[in-house]
């Protein structure tokens, strides 16, 4: 009698077993397939990264000059513009240390790059290089295939909507939902319609430009400066080593942005560039910061970002430049 008491104690286990991992499928399968569907909206998504991965994709092998750096970079060459076959890494928040990977780690698909455009801000070495957590290292991941999280990365690491949820929701909502879509990408993933900012909604005004919020960084930190500039040679003798050329390059900037910088913090980014020039025979500098003559206030999104319009004056001046240096061969 026992042994059948404990069978049937074993069976009535195995069927509450059972019961329990059905309604756990029963709950997770439709979370799971929803997600997925989520997932499979963003990808096709119209981002500067999926057109850019076509791009390697299809012209990798081909690619000369490669530019990098911030939203300031991602706004100011449009590749359409360049004789060479020119690839814009450029993107949002995007600091040295993910430019780094990012050239290290495709440099297998881009094996015939002669030059890079590496942006220098003026406040570059005093912000904070991107963190392991970055959200954008999961885009890194997907489409180019760049580990920047300092560790062994795992299948969520590719999941795009969890990097950042808020952000997502509102590229869903505004694409598939109120069709407020106007991003007009090229075939090298550069925005062709990206006017919208303050200063087209001041209307180009020069009466009220002044009164215009604009956001510099004012802060020093001699700590970062250590930090950065350091590993900006690192940088530089990995280019070095691999017979790169290389254009250190300040961006066009309004004149109030200008007239709000924190001197000590561009004398010490300045000294750099001087340090830089004259260590690597490689290494070219090109100034556009205070180039106030040629880029005018309709040529800007908001005080430190080129529209369309500045960026085919920038990109155009930035191909003159490279090939009066015989950089791209």
Request: aromatic content about 14%; overall charge positive; proline content about 3%.
């Amino acid at each position: 009698m026992q042994d059948r008491k404990k069978s049937s104690s074993i069976f009535n286990f195995n069927k509450k077993q059972q019961s329990f991992f059905k309604s756990v499928l029963v709950f997770f399968i439709p979370v799971v397939a929803a997600y997925t569907f989520v997932e499979v909206l963003v990808s096709q998504l119209p981002f500067q990264y999926t057109i850019i991965a076509d791009y390697i994709a299809s012209e990798g092998s081909k690619i000369d000059i490669i530019t990098t750096g911030s939203s300031q970079m991602k706004c100011a060459v449009n590749p359409a513009f360049m004789k060479e076959p020119t690839l814009n890494f450029g993107s949002t928040s995007q600091h040295h240390n993910t430019d780094y990977a990012i050239i290290t780690q495709t440099h297998d698909k881009l094996k015939n790059v002669k030059c890079l455009v590496l942006e220098v801000s003026y406040s570059h070495f005093e912000l904070p290089h991107n963190a392991p957590t970055f959200w954008k290292n999961n885009v890194y991941l997907k489409y180019y295939d760049v580990n920047n999280f300092d560790r062994t990365t795992y299948f969520k690491d590719k999941l795009i909507f969890l990097s950042r949820p808020d952000i997502y929701t509102k590229e869903l909502t505004n694409h598939y939902l109120k069709k407020k879509t106007t991003s007009q990408f090229n075939r090298f993933g550069f925005d062709e319609n990206n006017y919208n900012g303050s200063f087209k909604k001041s209307n180009y005004d020069e009466a009220k430009i002044p009164t215009v919020s604009s956001e510099i960084n004012t802060s020093e930190s001699l700590q970062l400066f250590k930090h950065n500039t350091a590993f900006f040679f690192t940088f530089l003798d990995y280019l070095e080593a691999n017979h790169i050329n290389v254009v250190l390059t300040s961006l066009p900037m309004h004149k109030y942005y200008l007239r709000d910088r924190n001197e000590n913090i561009l004398h010490r980014r300045d000294s750099i560039l001087k340090v830089a020039s004259e260590r690597y025979k490689n290494v070219h500098i090109f100034r556009k910061e205070e180039d106030t003559l040629h880029f005018k206030t309709s040529d800007y999104i908001n005080h430190n970002h080129l529209n369309p319009d500045g960026a085919k004056r920038y990109t155009e001046m930035l191909d003159t430049f490279i090939e009066a240096n015989h950089l791209q061969q």
